[in-house]
């Protein structure tokens, strides 16, 4: 059953060998579009299966939890039946030392009678001074006789009884111990199960952080091509940036920065949208060159349908998850030119435009370049 080992050996040094060359070499080629899409279909597989243990994991631990349970009650029958049995030894020694105690006392009564000559009832008819001395000796010692083996035999009978008892309860504690042994094997088993889920999980994270590290690299190229164009610091003689959205109703979903729940990360543009925003018109925030046109691939490291545009002094703007793009590299535009529609492209859970703002290729916060 335990292949995780196995699994997780086989497939990290796979996917350590093939990215090497992705990670640790520089990326003298461009990333084509079956590169991506074999890429994005290991992420997806690694996704589902990271989901599926997930839920294997939650429903073991259901079950592990259930069981734990049952196995804290068998033991607590167990300690109350023992402490039963503990009881029960007590009275048992209770009455035999009562037993014990009887026999004592007899004992020394038959030896004081035999001390005294007492022995026989000849020996007492002599002895007894008249003959109602004599009965009523004989009468003494016969209640006593009578009265020692009467509590003898009930201490006896009572001492059989919680034998009995014992006996009984040595049974269904030797019953219960079992049911606890079985119990405790299938609480072992089921962690276990577990940890092997666990493992797994961890392969498949590693695995599917290597998937991301790939990602990465792409991203580097996408900065590399962004900053294939002009160089500078940043400005832009344009004066402000256009919104690339000209709908009324448009606003911004997101802004730059590190984002909570239900979204997690840091964002590095600023999400804009609109009522209806599918398929409508984006335009150029600002007038330059377009450097980079992906219109292929609909992943795009996420982005999906995206372009890149520079607006010199090292100064691009990146505009991500396109429905369409209606511009081709080398191609001038100007400020607020048709550029193409929204779509829902790439890694998004709906329509909008995710703008980047980047001075020589690295991400910077885009708010001030449109006057916000």
């Known amino acids: 059953m335990r292949h995780s080992s196995w699994f997780k050996r086989i497939l990290a040094a796979g996917m350590a060998a093939a990215f090497c060359f992705a990670l640790g070499a520089p990326l003298v080629y461009a990333v084509t579009q079956d590169d991506i899409d074999e890429l994005q279909r290991e992420i997806d597989a690694q996704q589902e299966k990271?989901?599926?243990?997930?839920?294997?994991?939650?429903?073991?631990?259901?079950?592990?939890?259930?069981?734990?349970?049952?196995?804290?009650?068998a033991n607590e029958k167990i300690q109350l039946t023992?402490?039963?049995?503990?009881?029960?030894?007590?009275?048992?020694?209770?009455?035999?030392?009562?037993?014990?105690?009887?026999?004592?006392?007899?004992?020394?009564?038959?030896?004081?009678?035999?001390?005294?000559?007492q022995t026989s009832p000849l020996e007492m008819l002599f002895s007894?001074?008249?003959?109602?001395?004599?009965?009523?000796?004989?009468q003494l010692v016969s209640r006593t006789s009578e009265y020692d083996?009467?509590?003898?035999?009930?201490?006896?009978?009572?001492?059989?009884?919680?034998?009995?008892?014992?006996?009984?309860?040595?049974?269904?504690?030797?019953?219960?111990?079992?049911?606890?042994?079985?119990?405790?094997?299938?609480?072992?088993?089921?962690?276990?199960?577990m940890q092997e889920l666990g493992e797994q999980s961890a392969a498949?994270?590693?695995?599917?952080?290597?998937?991301?590290?790939?990602?990465?690299?792409?991203?580097?190229?996408?900065?590399?091509?962004?900053?294939?164009?002009?160089?500078?610091?940043?400005?832009?003689?344009?004066?402000?940036?256009t919104w690339p959205i000209s709908d009324s109703s448009a606003y911004i979903s997101s802004y730059y920065g590190p984002r909570t729940n239900?979204?997690?990360?840091?964002?590095?543009?600023?999400?804009?949208?609109?009522?209806?925003?599918?398929?409508k018109s984006l335009h150029a925030a600002g007038s330059g060159t377009v450097i980079y046109v992906n219109s292929t691939n609909t992943w795009g490291s996420g982005w999906g349908y995206h372009i890149i545009i520079d607006h010199g002094d090292g100064l691009t703007t990146l505009?991500?998850?396109m429905g369409t793009v209606?511009?081709?590299?080398?191609?001038?535009?100007?400020?607020?030119?048709?550029?193409?529609?929204?779509?829902m492209t790439g890694n998004t859970t709906g329509p909008h435009c995710h703008l980047e703002v980047r001075i020589n290729g690295d991400r910077t916060n885009p708010a001030p370049y449109f006057g916000l």
Do not use: W
């Open 50 to 73: 990271i989901d599926s243990i997930k839920d294997k994991t939650a429903t073991n631990q259901e079950y592990l939890d259930a069981l734990s349970e049952q196995l804290d009650l």
């Open 82 to 117: 023992q402490q039963k049995i503990e009881e029960l030894d007590a009275q048992i020694a209770e009455q035999q030392k009562k037993i014990d105690d009887t026999y004592a006392q007899l004992s020394q009564r038959l030896r004081s009678m035999y001390m005294n000559n």
């Open 128 to 138: 007894a001074k008249d003959y109602s001395t004599f009965l009523m000796s004989m």
């Open 149 to 193: 083996s009467k509590m003898i035999r009930e201490f006896k009978d009572l001492i059989d009884q919680q034998e009995a008892s014992k006996k009984e309860l040595e049974e269904q504690k030797a019953s219960e111990e079992a049911e606890q042994q079985e119990m405790q094997k299938k609480v072992d088993e089921q962690k276990a199960i």
């Open 204 to 241: 498949a994270q590693e695995i599917q952080q290597q998937l991301y590290d790939q990602m990465d690299a792409y991203e580097e190229q996408i900065r590399q091509q962004a900053s294939s164009g002009s160089s500078g610091s940043g400005n832009y003689t344009g004066g402000i940036f």
């Open 262 to 279: 239900p979204y997690t990360g840091f964002h590095g543009g600023i999400d804009f949208t609109c009522s209806g925003a599918m398929g």
């Open 319 to 321: 505009y991500a998850h």
């Open 326 to 343: 209606a511009v081709s590299e080398g191609e001038t535009v100007t400020q607020g030119q048709y550029i193409g529609t929204i779509g």
